[in-house]
């Protein structure tokens, strides 16, 4: 039987109903409500134990006693309920459904077969099903707060889309990209997936033109193949954590029924179809970030200009760690550099200002505009008599279609405003020589593994 769920009904719907809704604060089902209840679209809270209203809506006994077309029901009941509330939203032709609670396949035989029934009277009805065991989903643009976490209204909008298998890790993400000055199109916590998976909603975010990188955390899945395939046919650049490098298959197993499966066999299967993979929750978020940011590379060398030549040989030193080449400068880049700074202290590549001084953007610019270069990596520590080269920045990446990311470090003080001004004009910004260089060798992996991704169908299913 083939399904049609129509997604955007899950994440840019028009009505809302909240079951199991509830006046009482602490519960999930008056966290859920209190996210939603003014996300500009119609709010109904439903529950046939409640009276009164919340939050101005008056509470309905049932989905069915609905006068109006609800797309989405966020279900804040427990896990034997959620069959005959499906059946009642198929009833009354929701098209999507958020399942909070646990208590389903990661729970044993009985949670096996209440998922069983709920997901075969979703697929009758055609409901997208996100879950169940999930904490939910964040669509910051258009203020969707579908999840049951405080603070989620806090999350700015942006350009990355954060899809992880756990809903824990979906909202750590999304927290520690707002902490970072960093925007996200959407944060996906997908549970067990009955029936909504990565791919149905990576083939979603990569349609949006909000979304400019789809990131993943991955626990394991059953079709490693469709995963891989979904992957490599995406136009957005996509970017993966694999966990389970040691055995947690059963740790795992009981947080959302995922086998972790063969983790060398994901990581040489998400290189084969064009993916990068990391490792760790830091590295994705940041690859993401420059992805959704700055132009792609077109291939792997990278140049780097520093002003503090510590930073720089670390850069350096992860980049060829990476396996991202360190190329020789056009001879004409050369030249240019050493009339910008004659004397300069090093001007092959990585190029050494010494410190930072007027004529540092004009030497970034130099090394950004040569044909050897795929990349360019900046690291200076900030000085507030000088600031940053900001106005030979803003724009440079769109002129030359390469990234430009900048790596910093100074009192907080005298840094936070121009680090604003330098990633208001484009420009993602570190505070890592570590992280600056990690992010651009993963987009460095990416132009490779793009180029050289030719799906042959050789990964055994995990």
Do not use: W
């Not at 055995?247 to 064009?274: E, N």
């Amino acid at each position: 039987m083939t399904h049609t769920f129509e997604l955007g009904r899950l994440f840019d719907p028009s009505s809302i109903a909240v079951v199991g809704a509830s006046t009482k604060e602490g519960k999930i089902g008056y966290e859920a409500m209190e996210n939603v209840h003014d996300f500009g679209g119609r709010v109904y809270p439903v529950n046939p134990s409640a009276e009164g209203s919340i939050f101005g809506a008056s509470f309905v006994g049932s989905v069915t006693d609905i006068d109006d077309d609800v797309d989405l029901a966020l279900l804040c009941v427990p896990a034997p309920i959620v069959p005959n509330v499906i059946e009642e939203c198929g009833e009354a032709g929701v098209g999507a459904a958020v399942i909070y609670s646990g208590g389903f396949a990661e729970a044993g035989e009985e949670g096996v077969e209440i998922q069983r029934r709920m997901t075969e009277i979703a697929n009758e009805h055609n409901i997208a099903l996100l879950g169940p065991n999930t904490s939910g989903f964040v669509v910051p643009r258009t203020e969707l707060f579908g999840s049951f976490a405080t603070g989620v209204e806090n999350f700015p909008p942006g350009g990355v889309a954060i899809v992880a298998q756990s809903g824990g890790v979906a909202h750590s993400l999304a927290f520690q990209a707002t902490r970072e000055r960093r925007g996200i199109s959407a944060m996906v916590g997908l549970g067990n997936r009955a029936n909504v998976g990565f791919e149905e909603v990576i083939e979603y975010f990569d349609a949006d033109p909000e979304t400019g990188a789809i990131i993943l955390h991955v626990e394991g899945t059953d079709d490693a193949r469709s995963l891989l395939q979904t992957c490599h046919d995406a136009d957005t650049p996509v970017f993966a954590y694999k966990v389970g490098q040691a055995d947690v298959g059963d740790f795992a197993a009981s947080h959302t029924g995922a086998l972790t499966g063969d983790h060398a066999l994901y990581q040489a299967g998400f290189a084969q179809y064009g993916v990068p993979t990391v490792d760790s929750t830091s590295q994705l978020l940041d690859a993401g970030h420059v992805a959704a940011s700055a132009p792609l590379p077109d291939g792997t060398n990278v140049g780097v200009v520093t002003a503090q030549a510590g930073p720089g040989i670390i850069i350096a030193d992860r980049l060829k760690q990476a396996g991202v080449s360190l190329p020789s400068l056009e001879d004409e880049t050369t030249e240019t550099v050493n009339d910008i700074l004659p004397g300069i202290t090093y001007s092959a590549n990585p190029v050494d200002t010494g410190r930072p001084m007027p004529e540092f953007g004009a030497v970034v610019r130099a090394v950004a505009t040569d044909e050897n270069i795929d990349a360019v990596l900046v690291y200076e520590l900030h000085e507030a008599a000088l600031g940053f080269p900001i106005e030979e920045l803003d724009g440079l990446a769109e002129e030359v279609g390469k990234p430009v990311v900048f790596a910093t470090a100074g009192p907080e003080s005298d840094l936070a405003p121009d680090r604003t001004e330098l990633e208001d004009a484009g420009v993602p910004v570190f505070e890592s020589p570590e992280r600056a260089a990690d992010a651009v060798a993963t987009l460095a992996t990416y132009a490779r593994l793009r180029d050289d991704a030719a799906p042959a169908g050789v990964i055994d299913d995990a």
